[in-house]
């Protein structure tokens, strides 16, 4: 498996890319959700404190203008 290099910019959490690189595992036995398929992934760090049971009723946030950042 090669490493997986994120940009510099912009920059992401430790569990966004976690969370990425456990789904990019090419061995679909080791990737995230081949066990508990989408609860195991629901129950990935990168989705705490998310309530799943009210998901459609909540507001999403704000993204990031990317363009402004430079």
Known sequence: MKNLKFPDSPLG???A???IRELLVKETE???????????IKRHQFFEGL????IRC??????????ELR
């Open 58 to 67: 909540a507001i999403p946030p704000k993204l990031l203008d990317f363009n």
């Open 51 to 54: 309530n799943w049971a009210l």
């Open 17 to 19: 890319k976690d969370f």
């Open 30 to 40: 080791n990737r995230l959700g081949s066990e508990k398929g989408s609860t195991e």
């Open 13 to 15: 959490s430790l569990q």
